[in-house]
Every structure is written in structure tokens, then in C-alpha cells.
């Protein structure tokens, strides 16, 4: 048995060669020599299995986002927003295009990144996009089968003004999407001359067709997801001049807040060298806890905003992803797709 203790216990897995496909040797042996799996609280044991190593499934890529594990057809959907693609890996680790333009199909486009960002399914299977490029929230028409890069707009605007450039995005059990809107895809960022809002959105999509803004405070809104009971969403904010932290926000129906109140400042993550990174892409699993990209890598959160582990990847960090029966972990870290087998 493993007692708690004030400092961590540092689990040290290497990463086989066996499990690297790479063309950058130099990089997959940084990856190698800067993971470890950091025990924080004994209870991460009921997640983490200290004997798994992470693994490289795919790289070459420019900046990977959004992954969405496909149930259906056992596969991982990913963005890469500088291609302005969304790739597609199957259980083999081989890697296609999915779709492209996946954001915007304008070539003179001069926003900062033109493809999509956070993917997820509706509640028909339907495939939804945020759309960096286009400044909407876009629906696949075609089925996940037969994908074609032809978009319908589900949210573009609100109150008669274009959204900044959709981020990340989660479906409630009952079909209500919450969604974020930073304005990481405009050429100068807030600051940029075609920003139509004057504030950076946490919004509800209720399924009514209804937008509800829930929050115009936050000065980069980016990942974000909800508790598996609906009543608590959770909001990552990476500022690179104050730095990040993830906020909350209690519900009391679709779309209707209650309380928000920070759930952890990433302050009192830093402290150790080489931690780059800020709060970006976030999970949760169906015991509530919460996987969260940050300094460093992922860290694992209990809903009472404790971290239990960090999972430490080497690499700049963007989001994360659970297959169904929540036994692997999908991580996109720069160019990489990265994988780590759960309890």
C-alpha cells in the first residue's frame, strides 16, 4: 500500500522503442527521457496503472488538437489547425486525412490558425466542429462514414456579431452544447480589427436553438467540459500575461449558472523547471475526475479540485481523450499523437 505523503511519488516509465513511430529520433528520445508518471495522492491508483508506458501513435504533424475517440468505428479523429485538417487514426496507428478544409476553405485566410479545433458528436452521431477559420460552430452533413468537407452552421454569431473563433465544445446528456470562443484563430488575437465582440464568450447552445452567454469575463476561454451529472462545467483559461487556471461553474438547469468560482489557479503547479504549457484541453470520466492538459503535461483532478497525478509528456500538451470503456488515454502534445493505457 502507498501512503500519502507531502512529497510526490515519481513513477518513471521509459517509452520502448518498439512503441515509437516516429522520423524525429531527437525528439521521441526527449519525449523518453522527460515522461514519468507523477503519484500525487494514492487515490490516482484507481486510474493510473504505474506499469503502463506512454506511447507514441503517430507524429509529423504541425499542431494537433480536438481528438474524439469514434466508438463505432474504433478510431481517433484529430485536428491538425495549421493544415487546416482533420486526420484520422485507426487501431493499426495509420493515419489519413479525414477532412480537409476542416475550418476554412479561403486561401487568402491571414488568422492565426485556419482549421478546426475541438471535434465531438451530437447527439444523432453527427460530427461538430469548431471552426477557427470560418468563426462558427459547423456540423459535417455528410455521415462519419462518408465524410465530405461540406459544412452547415450550427452557431455563428451571437446578438447580430460574429463569434471570435470557436475553441472546444461539450454536449450535456439532454443535447445542449457548451462551447468556448477565444479568439486564438484572428490574426491579432484580441486585439485584431475584424473582432466583432468586444469580450471572449463561455456560451450554451440549448437545443431549442437558443444561445445563452454564460460568461464574458474570461480573458482566453479555452478547454472545457462537464461533471458526468450535468451540474458542473468546467472552464480552462490560458492567459500567457497572468497566467492560467481552471474556473467552475455550478448549474442548476441547461445553460443557467448558479455559482462560478475558481476550481484551481495554476500558480501552484509551477515551481519546477521546463513546466511550459498552459490550461488548454480538458475530460472528465464517469467517476468525476477530471484530466486536464497544463504546465508540463496532464494533470488528474478529483471534483473537490485536488490533484492526484500528473502525467508528465515532455511536450507542449493540448488536449486529451477517453475511449468509451475509459481504459486509454489519448493525448495530443504538438506534433504528436500520444497514448496511456488506464486501469
Known sequence: MIKNSLFPLILFALISCKEIKTKNTDVANTVSSKYSVEILDEEALQIL???????????????????????????????DIPQNKVYKLNDKNDTVTYLKPSGYDV???????????????NSVGQLVLMQQGERRVGVMKSSLNDPKPQYSSLVSEYEGKRL????????????????????YGLENLIDD????????????????????????????????????????????????????????????????????K????????????????????????????VFATGPGGLWIFTKEAKPIAKIRTGLLTSNCALTANEKRLFLTADDYILALDLK
Open 107 to 121: 486561401q487568402n485566410y491571414t488568422g492565426k490558425g485556419s482549421g478546426s479545433n475541438g471535434l465531438l458528436l
Open 164 to 183: 471570435n473563433s470557436p475553441n472546444d465544445g461539450i454536449y450535456d446528456d439532454e443535447g445542449n452544447l457548451y462551447f468556448t470562443d477565444p479568439p
Open 262 to 289: 475558481l476550481f484551481y489557479n495554476v500558480e501552484h503547479l509551477l515551481g519546477k523547471p521546463n513546466e511550459q504549457g498552459l490550461p488548454d484541453g480538458m475530460k472528465t470520466n464517469s467517476k468525476g475526475y
Open 193 to 260: 480589427k475584424n473582432k466583432e465582440l468586444d469580450f471572449q464568450g463561455v456560451y450554451c447552445h440549448l437545443k431549442t436553438g437558443e444561445l445563452l452567454l454564460l460568461d464574458k469575463e474570461l480573458s482566453y476561454p479555452n478547454g472545457i467540459t462537464l461533471s458526468p451529472d450535468n451540474k458542473t462545467l468546467y472552464v480552462a483559461v490560458s492567459d500567457e500575461k497572468v497566467g492560467g487556471a481552471w474556473y467552475q461553474y455550478n448549474l442548476e438547469a441547461p445553460g443557467k449558472v448558479a455559482e462560478k
Open 49 to 79: 496503472n504505474p506499469e503502463s508506458s506512454l506511447k507514441i501513435l503517430a507524429s509529423g504533424f504541425d499542431w494537433v488538437e480536438g481528438p474524439l475517440w469514434i466508438e463505432s468505428g474504433q478510431y481517433l479523429l484529430f485536428s
